[in-house]
């Protein structure tokens, strides 16, 4: 089944201890992105990724690195959490524009709560 | 920097009736359009997209959209709204340039009264 994966899908961590959420899609996709959503904020791009080791900011990366070293796999590094990035974050990958109309649009993982206390 | 401005935070719809969802977007090309789905707890899915050609595109479950250029909006449709349809809607606009990712609106809460 084509999918994004993320885990995990729940996490409460301390302020201050590292972690990493993992995406993985195995649809071969080129690009890859990080949102995160907010109440009344609607999702905001964090990082996004164009291919292996091409990556860029978002419009919110303050706090958040990333990494491409394989096709398949973007995670999402805070390397010192801290409660404002308490927040629902979603993974999404998809073709590039090039591969036509048919197959550009973005596919959604299924979210990771992050609980920084 | 493109935007998306979805005027209506919540709309409550009678099930059966009509609905339209507001989207408006601000973008220096040709914009390409997306309208996804978020069912509380779940993920985004994807309803509908318009990149180019036929104005009216037609999407999943029922739902359709119409572009139009002259007012830069995307507005979805659909004619008769069922109990399952009740859900957050996001339009989003996807980057141009080098950059890619989508520019989502704020979201429209959509309640459906028995």
């Known amino acids: 089944e084509a999918q994004v994966t993320q885990n995990p899908r729940y996490l409460i961590t301390v302020t201050g201890k590292k972690l990493t959420v993992t995406c993985s899609q195995n649809?071969?996709?080129?690009?890859m992105s990080w949102y995160r959503q907010d109440p009344g904020l609607g999702l905001r791009q964090i990082y996004y990724?164009?291919?292996?080791?091409?990556?860029d900011k978002g419009d919110v990366p303050e706090g958040y690195k990333v990494s491409r070293k394989e096709k398949r796999n973007f995670p999402l590094i805070l390397e010192s959490p801290s409660p404002n990035q308490t927040s629902l974050y979603f993974c999404?990958?998809?073709?590039?524009?090039?591969?036509?109309?048919?197959?550009?649009?973005?596919?959604f993982g299924s979210g990771t709560r992050l609980t920084v206390v | 920097a493109q935007s998306v401005t979805q005027p209506d935070i919540h709309i409550t719809v009678s099930e059966g009736a009509s609905l339209e969802l507001r989207c408006n977007y601000s973008?220096?090309?040709?914009?390409?359009l997306f309208w996804y789905v978020q069912s509380p707890g779940q993920g985004l899915q994807l309803l509908l997209k318009?990149?180019?050609?036929?104005?009216l595109v037609q999407g999943i479950k029922g739902f359709e959209a119409e572009f139009k250029r002259s007012q830069s909006s995307f507005n979805l449709r659909k004619p008769s709204v069922h109990w399952s349809d009740a859900a957050e809607y996001f339009c989003?606009?996807?980057?141009?340039?080098?950059?890619?990712?989508?520019?989502f609106g704020k979201g429209t809460h959509l309640i459906i009264q028995p």
């Open positions: 990724s164009m291919n292996v080791e091409v990556t």
């Open positions: 989003a606009v996807g980057s141009g340039g080098g950059a890619d990712g989508l520019t």
């Open positions: 999404a990958s998809s073709f590039t524009r090039l591969a036509g109309v048919a197959n550009y649009g973005y596919t």
């Open positions: 649809m071969n996709h080129e690009y």
């Open positions: 973008y220096g090309a040709t914009p390409y």
């Open positions: 318009y990149f180019s050609g036929d104005t």
